[in-house]
């Protein structure tokens, strides 16, 4: 199992990233799919989730900025980032989620400065 997550790096206050994950070595389609965040000395945590019907759920912290969304076809997920902030410098990890069985990415960095 492979989740390949791109498209971290530095970006300035207010600006925009868009980060991609691809999967492999998964029935993608049965799987809920998740990006989760964690910033030095923090936990990780979640960031948004789009189910396997289409759903999705975002936190609260980045509604209205943050948009995930899937691509069965494709076995992507993608989050798109505006309106950034520093305190969501982080490492942005991908996660597959079916019952109990949780797969995880390598992660990319997001840099927001000031």
């Known amino acids: 199992v492979q989740l390949q997550a791109s498209g971290g790096g530095l970006v300035q206050a207010g600006g925009s990233l868009n980060l991609s994950c691809a999967v492999s070595?998964?029935?993608?389609?049965?799987?809920?799919m998740g990006w989760y965040r964690q910033a030095p000395g923090q936990q990780r945590e979640l960031v948004a989730r789009?189910?396997?019907?289409?759903?999705?759920n975002h936190a609260n912290f980045v509604k209205g900025r943050f948009t995930i969304s899937r691509d069965n076809a494709k076995n992507m997920v993608y989050l798109q980032m505006s309106s950034l902030k520093p305190e969501d410098t982080a490492v942005y990890y991908c996660n597959a989620h079916l019952r109990q069985r949780d797969y995880w990415g390598q992660g990319t960095l997001v840099t927001v400065s000031s």
């Open positions: 070595g998964i029935i993608f389609s049965m799987h809920g």
């Open positions: 789009a189910f396997t019907d289409g759903s999705t």
